[in-house]
């Protein structure tokens, strides 16, 4: 079983996260492509302490990079539209 | 704001301020307002970075800048306010700086002293009576001419003796073998002259004029060649020409030639007038001296440990770069760093106490030198300057440089303002202070 430090990858700092979070209380994770709802919402809440009401996931399919005659590919990702309780709110600066 | 001023000591002031919430909160918006015009993060326009994610990065560095900005400005709003004149950096103790919050903070520094000048005007001093006698001009012209002396070759002698410039070649080895610079052709010595070992100008004393000759010199265990130092050396002699030191003849062809005068009196006149000049110059520094002696004695100043401080390092800095220049010399040990240090202390304090007092009198009289002034003696000095003009007119188109500048010339109009109405009451010399008039300090 993944552990939830494996299911969450990375806090996605940006400015659509900012307005999401003032106007629905949600955040936003860098999660493993191959996590689901259930596991995201698992290890927020062990990991934050909070108490989540949603998930909605992305997958992000990684873009074809091409080096000269070789051809690459960036890893595909997910990102995690998590909602929390209202009330509760997580801050990525102080604690994790 | 809230402000107190406490006199700690008669130069040491300090100041409480508490600033009011509103203030802390406006100033750390300013701050964040323009971090965020200034910073790029990762995931946001420029310029569109929310407040929480900037604290959350830069937190500390704007808390930093805030508390001295803070501190900075309202420090220097009560000095100017209170007319405090600070001469140390203050040394500040503040609280937690908290947004909302009121702020408060205490800085402890030093002032300069209030002074009341009193009595500083006709000052009793004593001048030393000196005049030049005419055996002073008689060797101050004979030093004039010994340094116009021209070398000649002697023709009537083949014998070189004591006091002649032999021209010599000469090879000197060790053991049979030669060392560096122990070889020399056409090489003038000045026989007992004192600037080769004394063994060696005794050999060549007494040496003909091309004769061969081999002579044996132990040089001494200290001789700074180290190579040589302690080792016997053969030298073979060779004396090539024999000089004579002449001295010119003293007349009104001499004083035409090297005094730039029309006749010998004229010369005589010429060093008399500089001699005197001089002598003129020795006595206007004992009386500045003495002045300020007594202008100290009569007002007991704190100097400020910070003034004095820094007067030290300065005078630590000039003493070092002296001794460095020229090398040790046996007969008096250098004094320790320690004792040097405090002799210059108390110069250092003595100083200070002086420019205060002078400063102050300057004040009270008016004595004031305009930008006119300042830039007079900055072309002086550059004109002094010579081949380093330019560095110099460099360093005096600082401000600071230029109120140092304008400070030294209103102390030195100060001074000559004081000394014109001195009671200067004039003494005889005693007899040591005659002999050598021509010695500067």
Sequence with gaps: MKGPRDVIQAPLI??????LTEAGNQVLFKVRPDANKIEVKKAVETLFKVKVEKVRVARYLGKVRRVGRSMGRRSDWKKAYVTLREGDKIDFFGGA | MKIDVNELGPVQRKISVELPPETVTSEFSRAYKNLGQRVRVKGFRPGKIPRHVLQGIYGDEIKGEVRSHLVEESLGEVIKERGLQIVSRPEVEANELVEGRPFSFSAVFEVKPEIEAKDYLGVELQKVKLTISDAQVQAALGRFQEGHARLEVVGDRKIVQRGDF???????????????GGKGENYVLEVGGGHALPQFEDAVAGLELGEQRTVQIKYPDDYPNKEIAGKTVDFSLVAREIKEKVLPALDDDFAKDHGECASLAELREKIRARLEDEIKHIQNEGLKEQLIGRLIEKHPITPPGSMVERQTRYLMERYQE???????????????????????????ARQVRATLLIERISQLEKIEVTENDVRERVDQLVRAAGERAKTVRDIYSRPDARDELRAQLVFDRTVSYLLERAKVAQIDPPPSVVDEPGEKS
């Design chain 2, 322 to 348: 002296q001794a460095s220049r020229q090398p040790p010399s046996d007969s008096s040990p250098a004094p320790s760093p320690d004792e040097t240090r405090k002799s210059l202390e108390t110069r250092a």
């Design chain 2, 166 to 180: 032999a021209t010599l070649d000469f090879e000197g080895s060790i053991g049979g073998k030669p060392f560096a």
């Design chain 1, 14 to 19: 940006s400015e659509k996260g900012s307005l």
